[in-house]
Nanobody, 128 residues
Framework: QVQLVESGGGLVQAGGSLRLSCAAS????????MGWFRQAPGKEREFVAT????????YYTDSAKGRFTISRDNAKNAMYLQLNSLRPEYTAVYYC?????????????????????WGQGTQVTVSS
């Protein structure tokens, strides 16, 4: 079991950057795969990026490749999402998620249903 708390969201200008953080409780953080999702108003929650328990494998949605970077620091029980070159269309609530199932390749975990625990979300707003 793990509890997740996101932080780092805010209002930024187009082209700016943010680093989102996800702090996890518990002593088994390194056993979980992790992911970031986002949900814009009127839209379904969508996959952004995921990372394997050890951090050696990552996978991104096409729009995030080359723009966002997912990472984790298991010693700190933390996961991060670096958001660069932000555009207004990336405005959304960003959610941190954890999954206990690690039996598939990392790119398999793009569906919200494959994750077990969720944070409360942090708002990212990009102004034009």
């Amino acid at each position: 079991q793990v509890q997740l708390v996101e932080s780092g969201g805010g209002l930024v200008q187009a082209g700016g950057s943010l680093r989102l953080s996800c702090a996890a409780s518990g002593r088994t953080f390194s056993n979980y795969g992790m992911g970031w999702f986002r949900q814009a108003p009127g839209k379904e929650r969508e996959f952004v990026a995921t990372i394997s328990p050890g951090g050696d494998s990552t996978y991104y949605t096409d729009s995030a490749k080359g723009r966002f970077t997912i990472s984790r620091d298991n010693a700190k029980n933390a996961m991060y999402l670096q958001l660069n070159s932000l555009r207004p269309e990336y405005t959304a609530v960003y959610y941190c998620a954890a999954r206990s199932d690690t039996s598939h390749v990392t790119r398999y975990y793009t569906r919200p249903q494959t994750y077990d625990y969720w944070g409360q979300g942090t708002q990212v707003t990009v102004s034009s």
